[in-house]
């Protein structure tokens, strides 16, 4: 994985899109990965696969990014 990238949030399915779409919202790209099939392509599973979307963000976004999930959290 690329070094200018960091790992910000892990989660559902539905949770890291809406994550991702969010960050969308505010011009602010996301990598998002699924875990689960990683796991299942390289022929083993994962533990716990209701957390298995990771949300990716570029190094300089990361201030952004944590207002928009801290916004997030706190509606929930």
Same mark, same amino acid.
């Given at each position: 994985?690329?070094?200018?990238?960091?790992?910000?949030?892990?989660?559902?399915?539905?949770?890291?899109?809406? #994550? =991702?779409?969010?960050?969308?919202?505010?011009?602010?790209?996301? %990598?998002?990965?699924?875990?689960?099939? &990683?796991?299942?392509?390289?022929?083993?599973?994962?533990?716990?696969?209701?957390?298995?979307?990771?949300? #990716? =963000?570029?190094?300089?976004?990361?201030?952004?990014?944590?207002? %928009?999930?801290?916004?997030?959290?706190? &509606?929930?």
């Amino acid at each position: 994985m690329d070094s200018r990238y960091v790992h910000v949030f892990s989660g559902s399915m539905i949770e890291a899109n809406k #994550l =991702v779409y969010d960050l969308s919202e505010k011009n602010i790209y996301s %990598i998002l990965e699924d875990e689960s099939k &990683s796991a299942v392509l390289a022929g083993f599973g994962v533990p716990n696969f209701l957390y298995s979307y990771k949300v #990716l =963000v570029k190094k300089e976004d990361i201030e952004k990014t944590r207002k %928009i999930i801290n916004s997030y959290l706190s &509606s929930e």
